[in-house]
């Protein structure tokens, strides 16, 4: 099974990156997928997660009216789209797969070996 995150790189704050996750050996329709992100120095702090049935989602207040989450079957993978990126939003974002329906990040079963966002001021 492998995850792979990209689309990362640098930004002015205010601007816009599209994340991506592919997966392979998995079908994503069968999973729920997570995003989470991890700033130095700090924990790895959930994002927003994606239920199984590609409909139901779930923004950390951070986020929420800023990030959109989406998935493309055809093409089995799961888009983050970032808009009006601040500077806090600099991290490391990783992409992972669970069976449940959860934030926690032990609870998922499949990660991605992440990609890196950072944006200035």
């Known amino acids: 099974v492998q995850l792979q995150a990209y689309g990362g790189g640098l930004v002015q704050a205010g601007g816009s990156l599209r994340l991506a996750c592919a997966a392979s050996s998995l079908k994503l329709t069968t999973y729920s997928m997570g995003w989470f992100r991890q700033a130095p120095g700090a924990e790895r702090e959930f994002v927003v997660r994606l239920n199984q049935n590609g409909v139901t989602t779930d923004y950390s207040d951070s986020v929420k009216d800023r990030f959109t989450i989406s998935r493309d079957n055809d093409k089995n993978t799961v888009y983050l789209q970032m808009n009006s990126l601040k500077p806090e939003d600099t991290a490391v974002y990783y992409c992972?797969?669970?069976?449940?329906?959860?934030?926690?990040?032990?609870?998922?079963?499949?990660w991605g070996k992440g990609t890196l966002v950072t944006v200035s001021s």
């Open positions: 992972a797969v669970t069976g449940w329906w959860t934030r926690m990040p032990d609870q998922y079963d499949y």
